[in-house]
C-alpha cells in the first residue's frame, strides 16, 4: 500500500499465506486470526501478505481508509498491497499464479488464502470460512521443512 513494489525474492526461503481480503467482508475479522499467527510464526519464517479486493464490492474507497481501518480494528501489521483483482482478464499474475498452481479455478469469495512453502511451491489453498487457527498446523509443517 505504501507505492513499493513487491519483490518475491525478499520471500525466498520463508513461507508465505497470501490472502484476498475486505474490510467490510463478513469475514473481516480473519484479519486478527491472520495477525496472530504473523506475530508468532514471524520470526520463524512466516510471512503473511493481504491482497484487499473490491472484485465483490467489500472494499473501501481508497488504500488508506483500508490501511487505516486494518491496522485501527484488526491492528494489522502484515504487509498489504494496493487493491487487486483477483479474477478475469485483469486479475492480479499472483492470484492467476495462485490458482492454476493448486488448481480450484476462479475465486469464489474474499478471505481465500493460499500457503506457499519455502520452496515456493502452493501446499494448500484455504476457504473463506476457513479460520486461521484452522490451518496452523499446516503453517507450523511447513515452516519444519
Known amino acids: 500500500m505504501n507505492g513499493f513494489t513487491i519483490d518475491f525474492k525478499d520471500y525466498q526461503g520463508k ?35 493481504g491482497l484487499p479486493s473490491n472484485q465483490f464490492h467489500q472494499e473501501l474507497d481508497s488504500d488508506q481508509a483500508t490501511s487505516d481501518y486494518c491496522q485501527m480494528h484488526y491492528g494489522v501489521t502484515f504487509p498489504m498491497t494496493q487493491k487487486v483483482m483477483v479474477n478475469g482478464s485483469n ?19 474474499n478471505f481465500t488464502k493460499f500457503l506457499i512453502g519455502r520452496d515456493g511451491q502452493v501446499i494448500n489453498r484455504f476457504a473463506p470460512i476457513t479460520k486461521p487457527e484452522k490451518f496452523e498446523p499446516e503453517i507450523v509443517n511447513a515452516l519444519e521443512q
Do not use: M
Not at 508465505?16 to 491472520?34: D, I
Open 15 to 49: 513461507v508465505l499465506l497470501v490472502v484476498n481480503t475486505a474490510s467490510k467482508c463478513g469475514f473481516a475479522p480473519q484479519l486478527e486470526g491472520l495477525e496472530t499467527l504473523y506475530k508468532k510464526y514471524h520470526d520463524q519464517g512466516l510471512e503473511v501478505i
Open 91 to 109: 486479475a492480479d499474475p499472483l492470484f492467476n499464479y495462485l490458482k492454476d498452481a493448486i488448481g480450484h479455478g476462479r475465486i469464489k469469495w
